[in-house]
Nanobody, 121 residues
């Protein structure tokens, strides 16, 4: 059974920091690209940051220079360090595990239940 369990969300003032964690189980962690997505009320879910199985990273323009994604393959965990938080970062943050598929096959995606991040002005 695959589980992605997020933690570390909460209420923080503008300019503050939070560190999100995601513990993965039931998958061969090293094979998966791991990502953080977020969804604000009334908006679509959007990619925040991704770290590939080869540890390459990519960020949404809105968080570049403020957020850092990392992974610990020994502990099957992925992290999102969020600094200089802004009210517009307020959202539910979701952990994603993505397995790329060979040509003609369907990729595999797993999601956590999310953790709320609220940034007050």
């Amino acid at each position: 059974q695959v589980q992605l369990v997020e933690s570390g969300g909460g209420l923080v003032q503008s300019g503050g920091s939070l560190r999100l964690s995601c513990a993965a189980s039931g998958i061969i962690f090293t094979l998966y690209d791991m990502g953080w997505y977020r969804q604000a009320p009334g908006k679509q879910r959007e990619l925040v940051a991704v770290i590939t199985s080869g540890k390459k990273t990519n960020y949404a323009d809105s968080v570049k220079g403020r957020f850092t994604i990392s992974r610990d393959n020994g502990e099957n965990m992925v992290f999102l360090q969020m600094n200089k938080l802004k009210p517009e970062d307020t959202a539910v943050y979701y952990c994603n595990a993505h397995l790329q598929a060979p040509l003609g096959k369907t990729p595999v995606d797993y999601w956590g239940l999310g953790t709320q991040v609220t940034v007050s002005s």
